[in-house]
């Protein structure tokens, strides 16, 4: 008889282990896919960011050619 009671202790006990690792699992899969949707963003936000750094770049080579070619002419007017 207390083989019997100490058994269902036992299958009572690891009834609920069981459900809390469950749940935990379940939780996980919800960050999981939290991080999933947060990876695509940010790589998304890379590449934009990417795209503008390439803008910032032509537009520098741009200036850059054109100083060197004595397009621009520093001012040297000192207004008194």
């Given amino acids: ?8 202790v036992v299958i009572t006990w ?3 282990k069981n459900r ?3 749940q935990l699992l379940e939780n ?5 896919a939290i ?3 947060r990876l695509f963003d940010l790589e998304q936000e890379n590449a934009d ?3 503008y750094i ?5 537009d520098n080579s741009i200036l850059l050619s054109c100083c060197s070619n ?7 007017t000192v207004i008194e």
Avoid: F, R, W, Y
């Fill in 54 to 58: 390439m803008t910032l770049e032509t």
């Fill in 28 to 32: 996980s899969k919800t960050q999981d």
């Fill in 35 to 37: 991080h999933v949707d």
């Fill in 20 to 22: 809390a690792l469950t």
């Fill in 14 to 16: 690891q009834h609920g």
């Fill in 1 to 8: 008889m207390l083989a019997i009671i100490g058994a269902m």
């Fill in 70 to 76: 004595s397009g621009l002419q520093p001012d040297t």
């Fill in 49 to 51: 960011l990417m795209e």
